[in-house]
């Protein structure tokens, strides 16, 4: 029971830390979708398609996860 509750806190602190991050990696897909093509229907498809196959999600959970939190704990702000 201890090592649970140990798990569980350990977890939420580092999980509750607060950073909010600049999310490159969601941010430039978002930015490449955006001028793909000059068509905006062409792009919106693109777009539909990004997130049917998880791609948005993943870039998203990348950066929450991964590379926020690394930019966090090294102290760079960009």
């Known amino acids: 029971m201890k090592k649970s509750v140990l798990a569980c ?12 991050g600049p ?7 978002r930015d ?14 693109i777009f539909l398609g990004l997130n049917i196959i998880p ?3 993943l870039c998203y959970l990348a950066d929450l996860v991964v590379f926020n939190s ?3 704990w090294n102290g760079e702000k960009k």
């Open 32 to 45: 490449w979708n955006t001028t793909a093509t000059e068509n905006k229907w062409v792009n919106e498809g």
């Open 55 to 57: 791609v948005y999600g």
């Open 70 to 72: 690394i930019e966090f």
């Open 9 to 20: 806190a350990l977890a939420l602190s580092v999980f509750a830390t607060g950073c909010l």
């Open 23 to 29: 999310n490159k990696t969601f941010q430039g897909l």
